[in-house]
């Protein structure tokens, strides 16, 4: 029996994050990822810390905003002769990211400061700071591009219709909670790691109490240049 928990217990000392969601069906599950993001780019920089129950979680989400930005670009530049044509592979990049990074059945928390620098103090939720807790349900943006026409023009929706456009607005792929309570960075370090807490609870999309969060963290820095 010891030699058949010994792996459990191991694995359980090594996760960076401790999360109690009741909120979710089933719970939170083991914290397995936990980083410090910081975000540099030419429009300023934010830090968040993203907790999750997989690992890998940085050079995904660098992925991921990459090929956000990409895609931003790439989707404001309304007056080119060539939008959709221009638009096409940014927007498939995008989507391959988004799936790579939000995985059916993963569970995520963010939390990020207002003002965007993170620092070593209590912060009230929603306050002072945003927290989200995100359980993904569906594959994300599944079959989003079939419609895709590259040869179209803007004003047609680049041959998508309504609701494949509202997709990409909503990113309506599982169930959200925002976190009203407090949240503590304990100990921060500007090339990581940062550690904290967070006592709150988790308020669904009607703004009704859904159960209790808690959860502390170790997150590695993840520094992600734009």
């Given at each position: 029996?010891?030699?058949?928990?010994l792996?459990?217990?191991?694995?359980?000392?090594?996760?960076?994050?401790?999360?109690?969601?009741?909120?979710?069906?089933?719970?939170?599950?083991?914290?397995?990822?936990?980083?410090?993001?910081?975000?540099?780019?030419?429009?300023?920089?934010?830090?968040?810390?993203?907790?999750?129950?997989?690992?890998?979680?940085?050079?995904?989400?660098?992925?991921?905003?990459?090929?956000?930005?990409?895609?931003?670009?790439?989707?404001?530049?309304?007056f080119?002769?060539?939008?959709?044509?221009?638009?096409?592979?940014?927007l498939?990049?995008?989507?391959?990211?988004?799936?790579?990074?939000?995985?059916?059945?993963?569970?995520?928390?963010?939390?990020?400061?207002?003002?965007g620098?993170?620092?070593?103090?209590?912060?009230?939720?929603?306050?002072?700071?945003?927290?989200?807790?995100?359980?993904v349900?569906?594959?994300?943006?599944?079959g989003?591009?079939?419609?895709?026409?590259?040869?179209?023009?803007?004003?047609?929706?680049?041959?998508?219709?309504?609701?494949?456009?509202?997709?990409?607005?909503?990113?309506?792929?599982?169930?959200?909670?925002?976190?009203?309570?407090?949240?503590?960075?304990?100990?921060?370090?500007?090339?990581?790691?940062?550690?904290?807490?967070?006592?709150?609870?988790?308020i669904?999309?009607?703004?009704d109490?859904?159960?209790?969060?808690?959860?502390?963290?170790?997150a590695?820095?993840?520094?992600?240049?734009?």
């Amino acid at each position: 029996m010891t030699r058949a928990l010994l792996p459990l217990t191991l694995l359980l000392a090594a996760c960076p994050a401790s999360v109690t969601a009741e909120g979710i069906e089933g719970g939170f599950g083991l914290g397995l990822g936990a980083d410090y993001v910081r975000l540099v780019s030419d429009n300023g920089d934010s830090e968040s810390i993203v907790l999750s129950t997989r690992g890998g979680v940085c050079e995904d989400y660098a992925t991921f905003a990459e090929a956000q930005a990409e895609m931003l670009s790439a989707s404001l530049d309304l007056f080119s002769n060539q939008y959709c044509a221009n638009l096409e592979a940014p927007l498939a990049d995008y989507v391959a990211a988004t799936q790579d990074l939000f995985t059916v059945g993963a569970r995520f928390v963010t939390l990020s400061a207002h003002g965007g620098d993170l620092d070593k103090e209590q912060y009230d939720l929603p306050d002072d700071a945003s927290g989200t807790v995100a359980l993904v349900e569906d594959t994300p943006y599944d079959g989003a591009l079939d419609d895709f026409d590259p040869d179209a023009g803007a004003m047609e929706g680049c041959g998508l219709d309504q609701g494949e456009l509202e997709a990409f607005a909503t990113a309506d792929f599982g169930t959200a909670w925002t976190l009203d309570g407090d949240f503590e960075i304990t100990a921060l370090e500007k090339d990581g790691p940062a550690a904290g807490t967070v006592d709150a609870d988790m308020i669904d999309d009607d703004g009704d109490e859904d159960g209790a969060f808690t959860a502390s963290f170790t997150a590695t820095l993840c520094e992600i240049e734009l």
